[in-house]
Every structure is written in C-alpha cells, then in structure tokens.
C-alpha cells in the first residue's frame, strides 16, 4: 500500500456522532474509491473521485458524504454514525491503464 | 446484486498441492483483477489481465472472455499463501465490482 495512507487505523466512536475518515495518496492518482468490506460481501462501493471537486455515489453511499478539495485527499464523513456504518474501510487509487492500489483500511466501530 | 461470483468459498489444502480459485461474471469487461488479503487486512493487487495468461512466481491467471471467467492458479501450495483471494471486475470509467473472496488456508 505504498503511496497511499489512511487514517485513522482504528476508531471507536458513539452513536450519532460525524466522523471522518482521511485517504492521502502520493502517486497523483486521478481516481480515488471509498469502499466498506463486511462480512459476507465483497468489497462494496461507496463514493468515489474522478478528479478534484468530482465525485460520485457508489452502491452503499446513504450514510456518507465525500470531499476532494486536493489530488492527493480525499475524505469520507459519516454524517452521524450509526452501529450499521461499522465496518472496515479501504480507500484505494486507480491510475493508468487500471493500476489499483488500496489503503491498508480502518477499522470503525460504532457503539 | 453481486456481479462476480467465486468458487469455492473456503479452500483448505496441504502444503504443496495445486490450488484453483475460479471468477465468473455476468457482464463483459474491460479488465479483472486478481487481489490478495492477509490477515492483517492489506489488500494488493497481484495481476490484472484482460486477455490470456499471466504468470508471477508460483501464482498463475488465466481468463477466458467468451465464457466470462478466469482461474487464479497457485502451483506447490506454502502456508505463506493463506489469504483471502479477490477478483475484481473493471469495467468503463474504471468501476469494479468484488467477488466475496476465496478464503484459502494451507496446511503444514
């Protein structure tokens, strides 16, 4: 995962509480995913960055909100957390020809 | 709706056998990605291939587009391969969807 860094690692935070998770890549990736892995199921989209200020839902998207004000950030915000939104999430990049990269993940848990 | 299936779930074997994972999918593609998860949770990418055969150490992939699927090959089995296996599908404006994963441990 080299080039790429989320944080926080871990996090434990209350019910109905905004939290925001960072992703910072130093490859100048132009495409930038939030993903949540569960139990169960795969890796599923939640927001992803086709560029500075562009952004666009995934599959999982209610619950969260998305910024990318630089290339290299891009932060995921859950507007308030919910036991539901407990999960690791991965950020990843994608650059040419379908280089994929991801973040060694975060594990949140909502209580 | 997942789009990608894998098969098998859950995989144990002995050391040194030879393993097959298998991806299929419903939708034509621009490329498939194969992926690794130990552990410790870190994913990698360990081939992406839209035609034909790709080899890397013991590891070998392989893909078929007529019939949508591609094998993912690991040739004298070390427990060091324990991991989880992931297949990705790309597709335009480099969209992936996830297989659930292969969970394959490998004994001693």
């Known amino acids: 995962d080299a080039g790429i860094t989320q944080s926080p690692r871990h996090k434990v935070t209350e019910t109905g509480t905004p939290v925001t998770l960072r992703c910072h890549q130093t490859?100048?990736?132009?495409?930038m995913y939030w993903y949540r892995q569960d139990p169960g199921h795969g890796l599923r989209l939640i927001h992803y960055s086709y560029g500075v200020k562009d952004t666009d839902k995934g599959e999982v998207s209610d619950g969260y909100s998305v910024s990318r004000s630089k290339t290299e950030d891009f932060l995921l915000t859950l507007e308030s957390a919910t036991s539901s939104q407990t999960s690791v999430y991965f950020c990843?990049?994608?650059?040419?020809?379908?280089?994929?990269?991801f973040g060694s993940g975060t594990r949140l848990t909502v209580v | 709706k997942n789009e990608v299936e894998q098969s098998p779930q859950n995989l144990t074997a002995q050391e040194g056998e030879f393993i097959t994972i298998n991806c299929s999918y419903s939708v034509g593609i621009s490329a498939l990605h194969w992926l690794q998860q130990h552990p410790g949770g870190g994913i990698v990418s360990l081939f992406m291939?839209?035609?034909g055969k790709k080899k890397h150490g013991r590891l070998i992939a392989t893909i078929n587009i007529q019939e949508k699927h591609s094998s993912l090959h690991i040739t004298a089995s070390h427990p060091r391969d324990s991991a989880v296996y992931i297949c990705a599908k790309i597709f335009t404006g480099n969209q992936f969807y996830f297989g659930t994963g292969t969970s394959l441990t490998v004994i001693p």
């Open positions: 291939l839209s035609s």
């Open positions: 490859e100048n990736h132009r495409y």
């Open positions: 990843a990049t994608a650059g040419q020809n379908y280089g994929y990269t």
